[in-house]
Structures are given as structure tokens and as C-alpha cells.
């Protein structure tokens, strides 16, 4: 059904006519995210400010059009994809860094500043903003805000949501609300920021975010541990928090994904024969500390059964620890182009019953299922891959998917630590999720959008 | 009018009869906070589980009964208090530590575990819990999950609610619903875990608490530094800041509440002539890195002008520090038995405007106005003290609170960073949030509590 023309020209006097676009690149481009299944939007609209937000989102109340707002546009689950056409609300022009408050310790930012380029401009003067998904240079602080994104600095810093201070929202009825505000302690009525934190834009679209600073902390050390098994591995993971330090990175690769690298980048020696696992480890802040927590690091990994133990002298060797952790999205696609990528999270005691989990799959359903990630939050990056057009493995990988999800909620897990449910896990919910939960989220999600034109399609099973 | 006969029978079923109290004793008992202005229940039910407070919930649902959930009671801001009768649900019973999970960091507690005796449990064994409300030996957790309890900490180590996990409660209709989980990361539906904190006992009765831990610093430095103004001892906190320290404590205290400190204690030294503000700062940590961050602090308080710097050689001498601070409550008693504790929260480089404000409105309504509190967190305690008995006062200080609200909204700051809303400051939330925010927190209520009888008359306006 074609958009009705008083409600195009609504959108053209709200935004500018550049800025309302219905050609089929702006609808095949906005209508995908990083899950690489899309749906086209019926038009697509780029507001700045909140006002024009405001009169966008008051047109389609008026019309009963559906909204999805999109950041960076680098989900994995389908977040900002219009699964039921209708409009998508891009957020690109409201790119500002609006104020950076030394004295104060915070940021106030538009919603489309990338994340990469606000971490850049704080730590120019000393500052840091710890939250690092691995697409921090293409993704904004407004999905990370909506998806509430972690990355490896998680496990000491926390994630998205422990940074993000208030917020100025639009909701679907047009209101404009702020929540929370620019102290730290703020007990004024229900905390409505952490609630929109993660909510995946179905709640609110959010226009300007304050978020709080921590000092940068002047030196780092990196470590690499390399081990015979993912149990050696994990119990080095626990030596090294009964030894009391928290890394500021705690990564865990294990040999199918070590293998995947070693070919990519055809440097055999980084996929020795024998190893299962490698952990790469990141602790930082004042230099005698570093130097203190580091030896500790290195005593947990030699307690635990570590074959081979290196420790970055300078920043060049620091960069060569890291470039395998950062070329494994990379590497994984040399197996195949499409995988399904899991970021499931389980206590991290149980980090060896998740692996022990993934080899059951791996047999019974005949798939190769490279893991990695955050050991020290336990949230690890379970990539089920998929050959392009053999419909079996598909199957297969699907049935492993729902086994998957089962085996992580039995260990008292979660089925995403990072990415959130979007359109593509909506179906699982109620694995990990009571029906009466479930129920309250979607009185919740009605107290927002009572109309259900927020980003429908999302979180919850349809 | 009196409960009817079935539902305090059904109460008696579910409970126990000796957890069915309604003699004058218990609905006085029950019916006041740490505020001083009660009003009594109806009843008191002490039930011992989730599933006696669900079918005590539905008991009140049925017959339309409000019930108001209590911690340890005390609240500053009458949250617990039965401000329209009915019942008091008292979690007394649920008082265990049920786990404390080294491996994985974690602590899972019932709602009346006190504050000070998980930190001692915790302790013991190397982890921290660094919530520290002044209350410490006698509120509860749950009750600290309720109103998001903060304390001298938080600086360095955020609120109760960078602590909370997870949570199971019962909803007013019965439904028992847990959110969150055992991981630190989880984006699994909307967070409800942090919109129950800091609900006040409004959304939910909070009946299991899964706690994050973290390891306990080793080493700790404290200093106490005074000033000739609060300009240069806010000076100071932004050059700690400057300096990138983040110190665990930054606690302010004006020549007012020194001046009634060393009349209480009788120690004249505690308030030398032309000091108007006290600083005491802690750093802890590895001990190279206090060593270094305790010189930062010494540092920083001589460029802004310290007239006196101290720094602990030893535990007596760190305790001594400490009195100040902890005598404080005790006394401002000897300056009056009524004062309106007031926990402002402003950006932490606005402190001296703040200041500012309240000696304007000491000389503008004639009053004593000790302050003191959490300079890092730009959290005041703003004591407005009261003659028993003196009406004028007592009108004055009313009209120099709503202009102390206003002030500090004006700042860019909360009315709140600590005690909440309750009922007391109800009348205030205008002052602070704007008409489309309120209704948006009405429908979130609404959407948990349609009927309205969960400790109804706290947070919103009547």
C-alpha cells in the first residue's frame, strides 16, 4: 500500500525535502543491518533534532505508519531492520559531540557520533570512555546505547549501560522526555534511562545522551597464555580473579578459531599443534600496579597449566597479541561467508560446560562451530557456520541454534550478552524468559507505545 | 474500616498466625521510618518466601487492601511507611545469605540480609560489596535495592545499582518474575532488574537479589585536608579530578557541621578558626598505586590552597579521620532534634554555586543549614535544622527547601541523589521532571500495578 502524499509532504515540510528519500538505493540500503536479512522500509526520513523527530514521529501516530529508528546500522539481530516496512528513521545527521565536561567527567552527545571518534576525542585529554564493541569505528553511541553493547573492556569497565547517564528521548505519541541527568546519583522517580538502555529501540527514539567519563588509565600490559585444553584455560581464568585482579581484557580463543587465524594470515606458528585454547590478557592503570597485577596474571596462566606464556615488551608486540583477536571475524569467513553468530553468556565458572556444549553439537549435527570471546564475563561468541546453498547444514545449524540456547539457560546463562534479540532470536525468548516476564515487558513496552509502532517485530515472539 | 475476617484469615493461612500481627505495638512499630512521620497499617505480615508474598499479594489484591513492602526502615523519605494504612509487608524473616560465589563473583541474597553483615561476609574472603549507606548496620539490602542506595563509595565505585544482577519479585497480581541473572552481561528483553531499582517499593516486592562482587583493595590511604573557602575546596576536588584520581571517599564537610562536631566531641581542634570546609579524601588499591594517587591528592589539595593537610600514618589514625564524618549525624542532634536532611546532588564543579545558594537562604529565612556530604558525586547533605516547637521556623524552612529544590534544578542537578522521592518530597517531583516525563512514569507504574495498591502515595504528586 503506497504512503499516503499528505503524509509524505508532512515529512518533507518537517525535514527538508533532501532529507525524505523513496528512491530504491535509500530503500534497499536502509533497509539492512550487519544480520544481512532485510526487509525494504516504505521511505526513509533524516531528521535533526529532536523537534523534527518529534513531528515525524507524531505523523506516523497520524497515519499508523510504522517507525524503526537506525544508528550505525551494525547490529547482528536485525535490530534496526523494518521488518514491516513503513519508516526508517535515520539518525545520521545528528552526529555532534556536543560538550566534552573535563571537570565534570562527561560527554553530552548526539545519537550518531561513532564510537571510535568519541573514545578518540576523550582520550586526547586523558579521559576514556571504555565502551568497546568490536565495530567501534563504524558503530554510534545511540545503538550502542540501544543495544546496550559490551566488548572485551566489559569484564572491569562494564558495559554500555553503566556509562550512560540521561538521556533525551522522543517517545511514539511525539512527547519529548528527559531522563536521568548529569550527576552521577540521581533517585528522582523510576529510573526510565536504564530502562530505554537496551531496549533495542522499541521504546523510545533517543536524540542526545549524556554519558559519564572515567580518567585513561596511562599504561597497559598484554599478556598471551596459551593452553592444552579450554578447561586449563578457564581454570586460569579463575586463578587470575582468586588472585583478585580484574583485567581490563580476558579473551579467550579457542583452537578452531586459533586454526581459522593461522590460515588467514598463514602464520602457522599461531595455531600450534596442541593448543585448544589461548587466552589474551589486558591489565592496565597507574605502572607499578600494572607491573604488580601482570605478574600476578602470568603466575594464575603458569598455575593452570599454561604451554607457552608471552608478554608484550612494547607496543608493537602489544599490537601483534591483539591482531588475532582482531582479524578472527576475518578469518572465520575463509570457512564459510555465513555464519550465525551466538553471543551467549553463562557464569564464567561454567565457561568448560559451554565449550564441552559446542563439541556435543559439533558432532551430533556435523558443524563447524569456531568460539571466542569475553572469558572474564563468561560471554562468548559461538559462530555456527554455515556453506552457502546446502540447505541440510542450514537445518542442522538451526536444530544446534535452539540446542544451543537451551544448554546456556540450563547453565543459569543468558542467550545474548551483547547483541540483544532483535528479529532474529525473538522466537527463543521463551527459553530464557518466564511467560510472566514476558507478559510484563509487554505491559511495559504498551506504557511507551500503546499504538505498537515502535520498531514492531522486535524482542518478542510474534 | 476494619480488614474483613477472610482476608486476615487467608493471611493466617499463608503466613502463620504468629506472622499476622495487628496488636498496637507492631502498627505502631511498623507504621514509621527514619522520616519521624508515620502513619500506622492496618496490619503487619512477616511472611518467609516468594510464594507467601504472592499469595499475600493476591490476598490484597482480592480484597483491595494496599500493601506497602519494609526493609529495615530506614528511609529518610517514608517510603515504608503505610501513608494509607492497610498492610505492611515486612521482609524481617528473609534474612539469608544464601551464596557467595567466589569462582564467579557473585553474591546471592533474601532482601533483609543487612548491608554490613554481607560486606563483613564478603570481606573475609578478599571481595567487596562497596555500597556504603551511613545506615550500613542497619538497612537491608533490599531495602538499598529499593531506593538505590548510595553512600561515600559511590565516586569510585557507583550505587547500589552498578551491583545489582538480578532480581525475583512478586507483582501486585501475584505473578512472581525474575529478571536478569548470574551474568554481568545480559540483553535478554528490557532490563526491568534496573527499573525495579530505585522504585521504592512501588513496581515490586523484591524477594532474591543476585549481587555482583568485586575484589577488595588491599591497601587503602586516607587524608584530610581543611580550607579557608569551599571555592578552594571544590577547587580541590576538580584538581584531585584533574589529576585523573578517582578517589574511593571525597567527602566535604562545611565549618557549620565542623563547628557542631567538635562542640559535640569537644575537641576544639576539629574546628580551627577560619576553616569553612573540611576534606577528607581516601585512595585504595594496590599499594604502589595509593602511594602514588595519595601524592596526587596531597598534590592537588596545596595547589587549591589547603590550610592544613593530614594524612593517616596507621589505622588509629585513619579512624580518627573517619570520626568526624560518622559523628556527624549525632551531631547536628545537639544543634536540634528535627532537621531536614536534604541529599541535593549537583554536577560536582557547580558545589560552590550550590553553597552559595544555601548561605543565601541561611541569611534570606534565618536558619542553621549544616551541609556536608560527597563532594566527588556533587552530592550535599543539606541539613535545614528545626526548634521543636517553633512554627515560623518551621514555616521558614519549608519555603527555604522548595527554594533550595529550585536552586539546585537550576544547577542541573537532582532533588534526590540518595533518599528518594517517598512521600516526603512527592510534592517536589514537578519541580524536576516535566508533565510528559511524569505520565510516562505513571504508565510505567500502571503497567506493573493497574489497581494502584503497592505503597501507594509515594513518588507521584497526589
Known amino acids: 500500500m503506497p504512503l499516503p502524499s499528505e503524509f509524505l509532504d508532512g515529512l518533507r515540510a518537517a525535514v527538508g525535502d533532501p532529507h525524505v528519500r523513496t528512491d530504491a538505493a535509500a530503500l534497499d540500503t536502509y533497509g539492512a543491518d550487519a544480520l544481512k536479512r532485510g526487509h525494504p522500509p516504505d521511505v526513509v526520513v533524516m531528521p535533526d533534532g529532536a523537534d523534527q523527530v518529534s513531528t515525524v514521529m507524531k505523523l506516523c501516530a497520524r497515519f499508523r505508519v510504522p517507525l524503526v529508528p537506525r544508528g550505525g546500522g551494525t547490529g547482528y539481530t536485525g535490530g534496526s531492520v523494518p521488518v514491516r516496512g513503513g519508516l526508517v528513521l535515520s539518525l545520521e545527521r545528528m552526529n555532534r559531540i556536543l560538550e566534552i565536561d573535563e571537570d565534570n567527567l562527561i560527554a553530552l552527545v548526539e545519537p550518531n557520533v561513532v564510537t571510535g571518534d568519541l573514545q578518540a576525542a576523550v582520550e586526547k585529554i586523558g579521559l576514556f570512555y571504555p565502551p568497546d564493541p568490536a565495530s567501534l569505528d563504524r558503530s554510534v553511541i545511540g545503538g550502542n546505547v540501544a543495544e546496550c553493547a559490551g566488548g572485551p573492556r566489559a569484564f572491569k569497565y562494564g558495559t554500555t549501560k553503566q556509562y550512560v547517564l540521561g538521556l533525551q528521548a522522543v517517545l511514539p505519541n511525539g512527547d519529548i522526555v528527559e531522563t536521568g541527568g548529569k550527576v ?16 533495542e529501540g522499541t521504546l523510545a527514539v533517543i536524540t542526545r545522551i549524556i554519558l559519564r567519563l572515567v580518567p585513561r588509565p596511562p599504561v597497559q600490559s598484554t599478556l598471551r597464555a596459551t593452553f592444552a585444553s579450554i578447561a586449563d584455560a578457564t581454570r586460569a581464568v579463575c586463578e587470575v580473579i582468586r588472585a583478585r585482579v580484574v583485567p581490563a581484557a580476558l579473551e579467550l580463543i579457542d583452537g578452531d578459531s586459533l586454526e581459522a587465524v593461522a590460515r ?21 592503570g ?98 555456527i557456520m554455515v556453506t552457502p546453498g546446502d540447505e541440510d547444514e542450514m537445518r542442522r545449524a538451526h536444530e544446534a541454534e535452539r540446542r544451543l540456547f537451551e544448554g546456556v539457560v540450563a547453565l543459569e546463562g543468558a542467550i545474548s550478552g551483547e547483541h540483544g534479540i532483535g528479529f532474529a532470536k525473538a522466537k527463543y525468548l521463551p527459553l530464557e524468559l518466564d511467560a510472566a516476564t514476558i507478559a510484563l515487558m509487554k505491559r511495559v513496552k504498551a506504557a511507551f507505545d500503546p499504538e505498537g509502532l515502535l520498531n514492531p517485530g522486535k524482542i518478542f515472539p510474534q
Not at 267 to 283: H, I, K, M, N, W
Not at 333 to 349: E, L, Q, Y
Open 184 to 199: 552521577v546519583k540521581n533517585v528522582v522517580g523510576y529510573d526510565l534511562t536504564h530502562l530505554l538502555v537496551g531496549s
Open 286 to 383: 597507574l605502572a607499578d600496579a600494572v607491573e604488580e597485577e601482570a605478574a600476578r596474571c602470568l603466575r594464575a596462566c603458569r598455575a593452570a597449566g599454561a604451554t607457552d606464556l608471552l608478554r608484550a615488551r612494547d607496543d608493537a608486540e602489544r599490537q601483534e597479541i591483539w591482531r588475532v583477536r582482531r582479524e578472527l571475524s576475518f578469518a572465520l569467513r575463509t570457512i564459510s561467508p555465513i555464519k550465525f553468530n551466538h553471543d551467549v553468556v553463562v557464569p564464567k565458572g561454567r565457561i568448560p560446560q559451554l565449550f564441552e556444549l559446542v563439541e556435543r553439537l559439533k558432532r551430533d549435527y556435523r558443524l563447524r562451530i569456531p568460539s571466542f570471546g569475553h572469558a572474564g564475563d563468561g560471554n562468548i561468541h559461538v559462530n
Open 264 to 284: 588467514y594470515l598463514n602464520v602457522r606458528s599461531l595455531a600450534p599443534a596442541g593448543t585448544a585454547a589461548l587466552l589474551l590478557l589486558e591489565v592496565d
